[in-house]
């Protein structure tokens, strides 16, 4: 009798871990699932992060200034640049699948004529949620052309872009600068160099 009593309680003992188990595993799958689903919503809705064109200007005047003030030389080769496209707040959130979401204005000649949204997916361990500002510089037409023409033009598909590694307090080599557009990224502590933004597609908006 003992016997069958210890025999049943192991069962019992097997039968709640097993439960448990299932419970956690279901619990973790839900989670990721939840933030999945909480990041596409977040990313692929027209108002989610959305600024109006006023908000989205001020920023980008903001950006500008602290860009001319942190990196020597900055304020004249953006003068040369055909075009200048500013994403002054890019968020970046995920749980092992991220992606990022960000709304800036393209300006020529120091004017604003285009509003734009910058929306990429991202791999690998990741979990939180990030904030990195964009720039990219048109340095030739024939680029800035194609780029405002396109429906969604895609970095690295519809044209390469160069990222720019110049640290705060540095200067901008405009002598080794050939590339037709170059992008500049930072963060709160400066200038990021392990980036790429291949794959980041870059689509008009009203506002």
Not at 45 to 69: G, P
Not at 86 to 97: C, E, L, Q, S, T
Not at 179 to 206: C, H, R, W
């Amino acid at each position: 009798m003992d016997s069958v009593k210890r025999q049943l309680n192991k069962g019992n003992k097997k039968m709640k871990f097993r439960r448990a188990g299932i419970s956690r595993g279901n619990l973790i799958i839900l989670t990721v699932i939840t933030l999945m689903a909480l990041c596409l919503v977040i990313f692929q809705s027209d108002d989610a992060y959305a600024a109006t064109a006023r908000e989205i200007d001020v920023s980008v005047n903001v950006t500008l200034e602290k860009f001319h003030k942190d990196v020597k030389g900055a304020k004249a080769y953006l003068k040369t640049a055909k075009g200048v496209l500013v994403f002054p707040n890019v968020y970046k959130a995920g749980f092992g699948i991220g992606g990022e979401y960000g709304e800036g204005a393209l300006r020529i000649g120091g004017k604003t004529v285009d509003y734009y949204s910058t929306v990429a997916g991202s791999f690998g361990f990741q979990l939180g949620a990030q904030k990195k500002t964009l720039i990219l510089v048109f340095m030739q037409k024939g680029a800035l052309n194609s780029f405002r023409e396109s429906n969604g033009w895609k970095a690295g598909v519809d044209g390469s872009v160069a990222l720019v590694t110049v640290g705060i307090g540095g200067s901008i080599d405009t002598t080794n600068i050939k590339d037709p557009i170059v992008a500049f990224a930072f963060d709160q502590k400066g200038l990021m160099y392990n980036l790429t933004i291949e794959g980041t597609k870059f689509s008009k908006i009203k506002k």
